[in-house]
């Protein structure tokens, strides 16, 4: 059973940046993709980023393309979200998730292990 302990959210300035941990336990992280997904008030949980099981291959939602980056140390068997450029409409609910399969994916319905979500708020 994969385990998903998400930290390192927190209240941001616009145009500031704010790095998410992801630290993964009970299972093989060094072979599962792996994505960010986030959720803000009154709104559908939505896709952010995904990464590979080496990291080779990365996707993410045109709305942070060009300012955040999602990373992994399988050494450490952490995810990371690099939010750069942090804008009011990134606040949400911050989670981070795992699929159980190698190949990354966009689709929520693919992810069946979650981490807890780590609040991440931008101040305009």
């Known amino acids: 059973q994969v385990q998903l302990v998400g930290s390192g959210g927190g209240l941001v300035q616009a145009g500031g940046s704010l790095r998410l941990s992801c630290a993964a336990s009970?299972?093989?992280?060094?072979?599962?993709?792996m994505g960010w997904f986030r959720q803000a008030p009154g709104k559908e949980r939505e896709f952010v980023a995904t990464?590979?099981?080496?990291?080779?291959?990365?996707y993410y939602a045109d709305s942070v393309k060009g300012r955040f980056t999602i990373s992994r140390d399988n050494a450490k068997n952490t995810l990371y979200l690099q939010m750069n450029n942090v804008k009011p409409e990134d606040t949400a609910v911050y989670y981070c998730?795992?699929?159980?399969?190698?190949?990354?994916?966009?689709?929520?319905?693919?992810?069946?292990?979650w981490g807890q979500g780590t609040q991440v708020t931008v101040s305009s």
């Open positions: 998730a795992s699929n159980g399969l190698g190949y990354p994916s966009v689709h929520r319905s693919e992810y069946h292990y």
């Open positions: 990464i590979s099981w080496n990291g080779g291959t990365t």
């Open positions: 009970g299972g093989t992280f060094s072979t599962y993709a």
